[in-house]
């Protein structure tokens, strides 16, 4: 049945969840025993990398380790836990000697005092969801549980940060061999065996699917994590966690599929570029500023090519980028109303030929301060649009030369971008700036 379902998966490409566009099997490289999963090679690329000590309460000097190997044998779901020596390998958490005598027992791990204390995360490589949505996690496993147990995470932000998915529940064991302790610890429901095993104590391969969030859609570093923890009160019980057979499916490929977006300074402006390599029912593209990373808002529109299978280059010039930090993202919109938002793209502009030198703070709530440099003593204005370009604000100003500044209040302003031009004989300098309240 394993064998039918990856052939399947192969030719095809789907599952029961849709378009499988992310695999791990731990078959890439040598499953011998004691194989460390920190460096293990991914099915997709990169490597497989461990963090130790994640919560900072220190590690026993024999903490349990992450192990990839065929000690425990990555078998089918709804089968007992067993050795496959060389074979189909597994991801799992073992001791490192003492058990068996050499390290790596398969999902047998020690717990018998302060040594063995263990606190390690293994983290997958960057895993790229670019032009898919309705993300689905998927894999085989074996887990004990009670206070020893396993966390599983997520990052959408390549490790940056991690956010946990809710907890694996113990599989059933395949036979007890202490009821009192099974019962205690929960591992074996009743009736108390779910499959008799000639070897006894082993777990039985269970399926597991998790839902991922939007963020994980339609970027080029997802990761996938297991955060192992046991203590060293000599009260743990096999087996600890085993994985195998992961994937991640799509149930929604996006309707654009879009690469290299980025922005460049270009005449003192920047120029927002994409490219599209397919386009389904595309309506346009909404350019979306910020000056903080978090607060945006629309500075303009690109129209879509509707439907293609071309590579289509797109670009959109700011001409007036605000001093300092300027952040850009693109908003998709399909024809029937359906949104992607892009990654977030930066760019910093310390180049200006106006004579505004800085406005502050930016984002703004109640007043704003403009900072403008004259070259002489001369009577101006300025005049204050809003992104539409309308005028909803103007005064006459006096500049002193040298270094002016002007308190503008903008308590009766909404929420939004807004532009600052200020007038002074032939020189005319335009700035952005934004309310937030």
Not at 7 to 12: A, H, K, Y
Not at 124 to 132: A, F, L, R
Not at 313 to 333: A, M, T
Not at 404 to 424: C, E, K, V, W
Request: proline share 3%.
């Amino acid at each position: 049945m394993k064998l039918s379902l990856l052939i399947i998966n192969i030719l095809f490409g789907f599952s029961v969840f849709g378009q499988v566009i992310w695999t791990e099997d731990f078959d890439t490289g040598s499953s011998a025993r004691g194989t460390l999963a920190n460096g293990y090679p991914a099915t997709s690329g990169g490597n497989w990398t461990q963090t130790n000590n994640v919560l900072g309460g220190g590690e026993g000097a024999s903490a349990n380790q992450w192990y990839v190997s065929g000690e425990e044998c990555g078998n089918a779901v709804n089968t007992c836990g067993s050795v496959c020596s060389n074979g189909d390998g597994s991801l799992h958490v073992s001791a490192i000697g003492g058990l068996c005598g050499t390290p790596d027992c398969g999902a047998a791990y020690d717990a018998t005092n302060a040594s063995n204390i263990t606190d390690k995360r293994i983290e997958s490589p960057n895993i790229n969801t670019v032009s898919y949505g309705g993300l689905t996690l998927s894999f085989n496993y074996i887990a004990a549980q009670g206070d020893d147990r396993v966390f599983p995470y997520y990052s959408c932000n390549g490790g940056a940060t991690w956010n946990a998915l809710p907890l694996m529940p113990a599989t059933q064991c395949c036979s007890c061999l202490d009821a009192f302790v099974c019962g205690f610890f929960g591992i074996c429901c009743a009736p108390q065996t779910q499959q008799s095993c000639a070897s006894g104590g082993q777990g039985y391969w269970t399926a597991r699917n998790y839902a991922l969030p939007v963020c994980a859609e339609n970027i080029t570093n997802l990761k996938i994590a297991f955060h192992w923890i046991n203590d060293g009160d000599g009260a743990g019980s096999d087996p600890s966690i085993a994985i195998d057979d992961m994937s991640i499916s799509s149930t929604i490929p996006l309707a654009v599929d879009m690469i290299d977006l980025n922005v460049v300074a270009r005449n003192n402006q920047h120029v927002v570029q994409w490219k599209t390599l397919t386009e389904e029912n595309n309506d346009y593209f909404e350019i979306e500023h910020s000056l903080n990373g978090t607060d945006f808002n629309p500075i303009g529109t690109i129209k879509g090519a509707g439907n293609s299978t071309e590579l289509i280059s797109y670009e959109f010039i700011d001409r007036v980028p605000s001093l300092g930090d300027n952040y850009y993202r693109l908003k998709q919109v399909d024809r029937d109303n359906t949104i992607t938002i892009s990654k977030i793209i930066h760019a910093y502009n310390n180049l200006t030929t106006s004579g505004i030198v800085k406005i502050y703070p930016n984002p703004a709530k109640e007043i704003v301060s403009i900072e403008y440099n004259s070259i002489k003593e001369i009577d101006s204005r300025y005049i204050v649009l809003d992104n539409l370009g309308r005028q909803i604000d103007a005064s006459a100003i006096h500049f002193e030369k040298g270094i002016n500044t002007i308190a503008l209040n903008i308590q009766n302003y909404t929420d939004g971008s807004y532009f600052l031009r200020i007038i002074d004989g032939e020189n005319v300098s335009i700035q952005r700036f934004m309310v937030t309240k």
